[in-house]
């Protein structure tokens, strides 16, 4: 048998196998004339940033691993940058990615045939990193077709247009290689991973399914030297609707927002709090005067559903409530005290986020009483000193983590010098006597791990620490 009757055989064989065959046996010609219309290139002149001195010129991401690429194209003070979007309506609304026109003076877009036109910006979502801009139409516009990215599979065929390298509009194929990719890139975080070749100038331009609707507006890419080493990341388009929809009526996206801070549940969590199963996520901490604060929401509560539907992990509960209408109304199934209640609550808006302002350096403050507890840290009672060294609030009670020893339970959850224990077993910490008591009610319990509130940075978190003993 040839080659290629083992490949047409092999192919048989595959589920979607005639599909598959027909589309590449065919080409994608037919399907790309038709979709390329709706594909524009977009160039910008951008203004100065206030730290384009400074600028990373590589191709980098604000995101805790290095190797993650997003901003596809050079972005300097009066640079000429190069991006991509696609038309959603004959009204002339193009989205792209807000990196693409970040700081833009002018915004050019280009049309398949070569007609241009200027733009102006709608408005932008930097949480999504997504953009509406718009022209006056030019000429009878071809918007494309919004997709329902959750029905796609791994493995189904994708197509990607855009302007890679400013050589204007060009397709790639390949196949949904992963879904719900989580590249620490923004707190709404559900990428559509591909192996489609996408490269600078790409971002912003659409991933297509076979039927020829948008399932995905490219964003990003993993390199180790800027280019494409074929493991591409698309924003997912139902993820996106919300916004389109908000920024186009608005100019603006409103989300909603309970005013509580999340983290996942694992096992020993869960057994801190006698859930058998680890299920739903913890709330780490609630704000003063927030929706969640007035309905009776708790710090140690875990939340396993919302309005009758599971919950799985943070990311895709915070994706929901931002979702909820401002003023809509929603139930949490609640877990507290070993027993599940609901809880109805209306949503409020999520308010304006305020740049961090740095602590200033501070003496190192002399030692207080200090405790090799068994919990794997060296402790300290609170000092007026520690308080201003670590940027607490002047109202702080708890004990602070002079050092963490190797191997321990908590050095394996992440604890670290300078974070503050504010509770054990959700009850309050105020002096070392509180942390011997609490250890051992933990002790006389068959030795179970202990549930610590913890300040790092000002940002509670839970986490269960298993007792050691230390000689």
């Given at each position: 048998m040839t080659?290629?009757?083992?490949?047409?055989?092999?192919?048989?064989?595959?589920?979607?196998?005639?599909?598959?065959?027909?589309?590449?046996?065919?080409?994608?010609?037919d399907l790309v004339e038709k979709l390329q219309p709706s594909v524009v290139n977009i160039s910008t002149t951008t203004l100065p940033s206030e730290d384009s001195?400074?600028?990373?010129?590589?191709?980098?991401?604000?995101?805790?691993?290095?190797?993650?690429?997003?901003?596809?194209?050079?972005?300097?003070?009066?640079?000429?940058?190069?991006?991509?979007?696609?038309?959603?309506?004959?009204?002339?609304?193009?989205?792209?990615?807000?990196?693409?026109?970040?700081?833009?003076?002018?915004?050019?877009?280009?049309?398949?045939?070569?007609?241009?036109?200027?733009?102006?910006?709608?408005?932008?979502?930097?949480?999504?990193?997504?953009?509406?801009?718009?022209?006056?139409?030019?000429?009878?516009?071809?918007p494309v077709k919004l997709g329902n990215s959750d029905k796609i599979r791994v493995g189904d065929w994708i197509l990607a247009i855009g302007n890679p390298f400013g050589l204007g509009g060009s397709v790639t194929a390949g196949i949904v290689s992963a879904k719900s990719r989580d590249i620490e890139a923004g707190a709404y975080d559900n990428f559509i991973q591909t192996d489609a070749?996408?490269?600078?100038?790409?971002?912003?331009?659409?991933?297509?399914?076979?039927?020829?609707?948008?399932?995905?507006?490219?964003?990003?890419?993993?390199?180790?030297?800027?280019?494409?080493?074929?493991?591409?990341?698309?924003?997912?388009?139902?993820?996106?609707?919300?916004?389109?929809?908000?920024?186009?009526?608005?100019?603006?996206?409103?989300?909603?927002?309970?005013?509580?801070r999340i983290q996942p549940q694992n096992r020993d969590l869960a057994s801190s709090v006698a859930q058998k199963v680890p299920a739903g996520v913890m709330v780490s901490s609630v704000s003063e005067d927030s929706a969640a604060k007035k309905?009776?929401?708790?710090?140690?509560?875990?939340?396993?559903?919302?309005?009758?539907?599971?919950?799985?992990?943070?990311?895709e509960f915070s994706r929901r409530i931002a979702e909820t209408a401002v003023g809509g109304k929603i139930r949490l199934d609640v877990w507290r005290n070993a027993e599940v209640s609901s809880i109805e609550l209306r949503v409020e808006k999520m308010p304006e986020e305020k740049a961090p302002v740095p602590p200033a350096a501070a003496p190192e403050p002399p030692m207080s009483e200090t405790q090799e507890a068994p919990l794997g840290m060296e402790l300290s009672e609170l000092t007026p000193e520690l308080i201003n060294k670590y940027q607490f609030p002047e109202d702080a009670n708890g004990v602070v983590v002079r050092d963490v020893f190797p191997g321990s339970d908590a050095e394996a959850k992440g604890l670290k010098p300078g974070d503050l224990i504010t509770q054990i077993d959700k009850k309050a910490i105020f002096d070392m006597n509180d942390v011997k008591n609490y250890v051992a009610e933990a002790r006389a319990e068959n030795n179970r791990p202990v549930l610590l509130l913890i300040n790092n940075n000002n940002l509670p978190h839970f986490a269960a620490v298993k007792l050691v003993d230390y000689e």
């Open positions: 080659r290629l009757g083992i490949l047409a055989f092999v192919l048989a064989l595959l589920p979607g196998a005639v599909e598959a065959q027909a589309q590449v046996g065919n080409s994608f010609a001195d400074t600028h990373d010129e590589t191709l980098g991401i604000e995101s805790a691993n290095p190797a993650i690429r997003k901003y596809f194209a050079p972005q300097g003070s009066g640079r000429t940058a190069l991006g991509s979007g696609f038309v959603i309506d004959a009204q002339g609304h193009i989205l792209t990615n807000s990196h693409v026109i970040e700081n833009a003076k002018e915004i050019w877009v280009t049309f398949a045939d070569e007609t241009q036109a200027e733009a102006k910006v709608i408005g932008t979502d930097d949480k999504t990193d997504i953009a509406i801009i718009k022209v006056e139409p030019p000429k009878a516009l071809t070749s996408i490269n600078q100038g790409s971002s912003g331009g659409p991933m297509f399914d076979m039927n020829g609707e948008v399932i995905g507006v490219n964003t990003a890419i993993f390199s180790t030297s800027g280019g494409s080493m074929g493991i591409g990341f698309a924003t997912p388009i139902n993820l996106l609707k919300f916004v389109i929809e908000e920024i186009k009526a608005k100019g603006k996206v409103e989300r909603g927002w309970l005013g509580i309905f009776g929401i708790e710090a140690g509560d875990v939340i396993i559903a919302l309005n009758g539907k599971e919950v799985l992990n943070p990311k």
